[in-house]
């Protein structure tokens, strides 16, 4: 899987898990101001922190796929898709140096700006490709 396509699907990925979670807090974040991914991407530490989160994220959804196409019983898959979403949530906030609301923020970001996701791409890999 290519960068491109793995932070499309983290971003995918941390939107679908959230959604639920996130609806009832839309209205005081909309209050509060959102986070501004690209600005905090600028910190090459939050990047780093970004890319363990969505590696991590990525490793859970990759695990519990099998399990849903396995299971032919649509309620079966429903309640391994829950299972997988909280299992997602907690891998990003078990991640050191990155919250939940801040991930999803420079994922959202990073799908938008081509240059932001040009400067991701970049560091992933420099940190995970011999860099």
Not at 54 to 81: F, T
């Amino acid at each position: 899987m290519s960068l491109k396509q793995f932070l499309a699907t983290t971003a995918l990925a941390a939107t679908m898990a959230t959604a639920p979670l996130l609806a009832p807090m839309a209205v005081a974040q909309d209050q509060q101001g959102q986070i501004d991914g690209a600005a905090i991407a600028a910190d090459s530490d939050m990047v780093d922190a970004f890319i363990a989160a969505a590696l991590a994220v990525n490793e859970v959804r990759e695990g519990y796929m099998a399990q849903i196409e396995a299971e032919a019983d649509q309620n079966a898959q429903m309640e391994i898709l829950e299972a997988a979403d909280a299992a997602m949530l907690e891998a990003v906030e078990e991640t050191p140096g990155i919250t939940l609301d801040e991930y999803i923020a420079i994922a959202n970001a990073a799908a938008e700006d081509p240059e932001l996701a040009a400067r991701i791409d970049a560091r992933f890999t420099e940190a995970h490709m011999g860099g």
